[in-house]
Every structure is written in structure tokens, then in C-alpha cells.
């Protein structure tokens, strides 16, 4: 069983654009994994030391509790079978509400959890950034999803993790 990179955060900052840069290669779409859930869609990462299987969770549908609920029901379904956690937020909005909620949830377990930043292209990222330390989840890591920028970066910082 490979690790499992779990990607959450509220709708629209980023995570399909990220699981998909992440999941570029061929080989990468995952039919069916032991233990694994289908209805979320997973992907292989190819990594230097190890390969790991990432999990975009946007594909949730809303289970009618509105956008809180159904923020929160994502990083809940998520986590239980995640390795590590990848918690976007979006550095254009800044730091909202959702974040907020989606953090305390992430503070009380036991899982290792990466504050991604996105979509810092064109921005001033460590302005931009500034408010997600409030957050206590430490340094986000800066990235631009679509760019593929920072994302080297990312992978790096779960070396130690996994
Ligand atoms: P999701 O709802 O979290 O899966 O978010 P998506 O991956 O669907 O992205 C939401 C929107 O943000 C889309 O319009 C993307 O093109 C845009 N987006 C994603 N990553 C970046 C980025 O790095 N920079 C910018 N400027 N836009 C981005
Ligand atoms: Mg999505």
C-alpha cells in the first residue's frame, strides 16, 4: 500500500488544478486500490524515493448541510485514510471562515498536516500569506497549482513525513 496524500480545503482553491499537475504522467490514474473508497478520485505521484497516491476530495457531493458541511464532511472522509494531509487555502481570498473551521478540525488529530498556499502567481506571496500563520498549522507552503510552481518544494517537505 503506498502513502496517501489527502488534498483538502474549501471549493475552489486549487485542488483539482493541483491533483491534476501532480497526476500528469500516464500511468497515473489509479483504477482500484484495496482499502481505498471510489467515490473520490486517486492518483499516483511519482517521487524520487517513494511513490505515493494522492486524493482530490472536491469530487464530494454537497450532502445539503451547505458549503460548511460540506467542507467539513470532505476533510473528515479524507483523513481517515490519509497519510498526510495537503490543506489548501487560497492566498488571493486570503484566509476565510472555511479555512478557519477546516484548520480546527485538522488541529485535533493526529495526522501530519501541509498549509499549502495557492495561486501565488502574480501576487505578493509572503504578503499574501502573512494572515495564514493565524491559522497555527506553520509556514505555508507558497505555490502556484497551475504553474506547477513550489510544487518540487511540496513534495519535499513530505520526505520527512512519510
Ligand atoms: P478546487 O475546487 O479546490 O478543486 O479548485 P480548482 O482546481 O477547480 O480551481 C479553482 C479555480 O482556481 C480554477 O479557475 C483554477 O484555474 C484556478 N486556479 C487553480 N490554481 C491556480 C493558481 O495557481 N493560480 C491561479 N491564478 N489560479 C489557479
Ligand atoms: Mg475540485
Redesign the pocket.
Known sequence: MLPVIALV?R????????FNYLTRSREALVADYPGLTRDRQYGRVKRGKRDCLVV?T?GIADDGNGIEGFARKQVETALQEADVVFF?VDA?AGLSASDQEIADTLRKLDKPVVLVA?????INADLACADFYDMALGEPVQ?????GRGVKELLARIDALL
Open positions: 480545503g471549493p475552489n482553491v486549487g485542488k483539482s488544478t493541483l482530490d472536491g489548501m488571493r495557492n495561486k501565488i502567481d502574480g505555490i502556484a497549482a497551475s504553474h
